[in-house]
């Protein structure tokens, strides 16, 4: 399971279901219609990425006035309209909004009833006289604090200097980190938050592309095993569900895989990259011929939410975890359940499967593992751990260790042949998301406060941590001190040694900004202290 947003983040906004007596305004009766269906597309904000808006913004009566390209709507015409046609055209593959369910004709009245009134605007809401701009503008003001155990030089260091370095950049709060996932290489990590996906080169640590043009929230993140594809998902709460795939050599937008008409919460590749699976909040599981791009099978045995899919190591079936508290093992071929595993009394958020096949694991709001057998669906043992909810389990590749992400704020590792706990990596923040390296070495770790974190899993080390926003608005921080940052975070960032004590941004990033050794930590070797000959010049 992926931590999904809140519909609040998304402005999911309920609206009424008959057209008002009077004309309707777009204050108090369309701006809601479009929110709710329309503006996670057709924004401001995504009119850069024409793959995803069209080049129309439907978030501003200025804007809907203006339309795309040319208007969409004609004040006092609704029936020559084009977004009027657009919203009943018969074809659902033109028909607005995408890849889900037509709106209800009550909605379309009320906007053909205002189109044909002239657009009137209404009376603005108080709680929308702040300019757009100020949002954005007050969520990147609070501080985001990476600390490090360096300190400055005896030789270099002045009266007070003596706490450990620390990186402040005003860029927060972040959005949660809901989704991390590895290349097959191990080359790239993807990062998902609200509204975009960073793209981590970890041999040369720097970020390679953040991705904006998605649906929302990305709930969750998979490469092809190949590492040809990177697949992000989501959507937009009783809405619609989104699937998006990318090429990774060039980062192209290459699809959309519409059907689901709530978000999907996960994907995943089956082994030979030819089938993916999806689980959804609309209760089904969906499984794609990435050939056709068509859904194959379609999966309706959950009485609620899908949270978590996973496919068995010969791809000819998955498993399921679910809101109705159950888990299910489904025959890809024939769609219908094989197994239920069952026997907890709280929602299931997790499931991961052995890579041999041999068991299952399941984890959820009961935060305790439980290990399944993959031929009988009997338990095999329940390993409690975290002390609250399970949000992701994951696999090594060779099956030797398993992986969980914990509402307590820890990673735990397990033995997989002797079913115990191996150890308990602290992480500081609620962990959603988690991701094992393909060499074993190290994992990621994604939390409520925008962070990546990355563990060596031998021993539990911190290695180093990551946050990327932009693309050259990013910065990765090794506990010893090293550092690799864009070049807008170097000119924002500044560097303390503790609470008060700023120094000399300029010349501290000169000191810590060594890529190489951030590469060799987030490959998992040691590195060396941040010592004197880091600072060479003297302190300004």
Known sequence: MRFVFPAAILCALTFASVAPAADPTYWQDVRPIFRKNCTVCHSQKNL??????????????????????????????????????????????????????????????????????????????????????????????????????????????????????????????????????????????AASSYGRVAVWDLKAAKVAKVLTNVLGAVNDLKFSPDSSLLVASGGQPSARGDIRLFTTAD?????????????????????????????????????????????????????????????????????????????????????????TFSGTEQEVLAVAVKPDGSAVVTAGQDPALSWWNTQTGERIKRTPGHDIAVHEIAFSTNGEFAASAGADKSVRLWNAKTIDSLRTIPVGSVVYSVAVSPDGRAIAAGSFDGLVRFFETSSGRHLATLVGFGDEEWTAVTPEGFAATGSTWTKLGRWRAGPGNDLNAEWVWKAVGQPLQVAKALAGEKVGELGEPAFSAPQP
């Open 48 to 189: 850069a990425e024409p793959d995803v808006s069209a080049g129309l913004a439907l978030d501003s009566l200025e804007a809907i006035r203006k339309g795309g390209k040319r208007p969409v709507i004609v004040p006092g015409k609704s029936s020559e309209s084009k977004l009027i046609a657009a919203l009943r055209d018969p074809k659902p593959s033109q028909r607005m909004p995408l890849d889900a369910a037509p709106l209800p004709d009550a909605t379309v009245a009320i906007l053909k009833q205002w189109i044909d009134a002239g657009l009137p605007e209404g009376t603005k809401p108080a709680d929308t006289n702040l300019p757009a701009s100020t949002a954005d503008s007050a969520r990147r003001k609070s501080d985001v604090i990476i600390a490090t155990k360096a300190t400055l030089p005896k030789a270099v260091a002045k009266p007070g200097q003596t706490a450990p370095l620390e990186v402040v950049l005003p860029v927060g709060p972040l959005s949660p980190v809901a989704a991390v996932a590895f290349s097959g290489d191990g080359r790239l990590l």
């Open 251 to 339: 980062w192209k937008h290459i699809a959309t895989l519409g059907g689901h008409t709530d978000v999907v919460g996960s994907v995943a590749f089956s082994p030979d990259g030819r089938w993916l699976a999806s689980a959804s909040f609309d209760k089904t599981v969906r499984v794609w011929n990435l050939s056709t791009r068509e859904s194959v099978m379609t999966f309706a045995g959950h009485s609620d939410f899908v949270h978590a899919v996973a496919f068995g190591p010969k791809g000819d079936w998955l498993v399921t975890a679910s809101k109705d508290k159950t888990a299910r093992l489904i025959d890809v071929k024939s769609g219908q359940s094989r197994l």
